[in-house]
């Protein structure tokens, strides 16, 4: 599902299969980007960029261009939306690791 699919892998992906003329193995990172569009969808209730076309989806993911993100910022709330912007950072190497975000995962939820 392109909706969820990183900047780097829908900018890099032919690039890279032509290099190793195999399928690319990518890092946690881009499990990192694709729970960010998990937190969108289940705090917005719509998928990331609603029915764009996924050719409309990959060029404003690729030019850094994210689905917009509700205004009111109190609470948990808050701290899932901050967390959810840092796990759909451009680079991967601004993204948090998988422990770092379970870790604010359960800092979330042991403050409800």
């Known amino acids: 599902m ?7 892998e829908m900018a890099n992906v032919q690039q890279v299969d032509d290099v190793l003329g195999e399928t690319a193995r990518w890092s946690e990172k ?6 960010s569009c998990v937190c969108y969808e289940i705090v917005t ?4 960029f609603g ?15 994210r689905p917009a993100v509700p205004a009111e910022r109190v609470g948990p709330l808050a701290e899932v939306l901050s967390l959810m912007e840092d ?9 948090p690791s998988a422990p770092e975000v379970v870790k604010r ?3 979330i939820k042991n403050r409800l």
Not at 52 to 65: L, N
Request: overall charge negative; aromatic content about 10%; proline content about 9%.
């Open 87 to 95: 796990c759909w950072k451009q680079s991967p190497a601004e993204r």
């Open 2 to 8: 392109l909706d969820y699919d990183p900047p780097e």
């Open 45 to 48: 209730g719509d998928i990331p």
């Open 30 to 35: 881009v499990d990192i980007y694709a729970f």
């Open 105 to 107: 995962v359960d800092e």
């Open 51 to 65: 029915r764009m076309s996924e050719m409309s989806v990959a060029i404003k993911v690729i030019q850094g261009i």
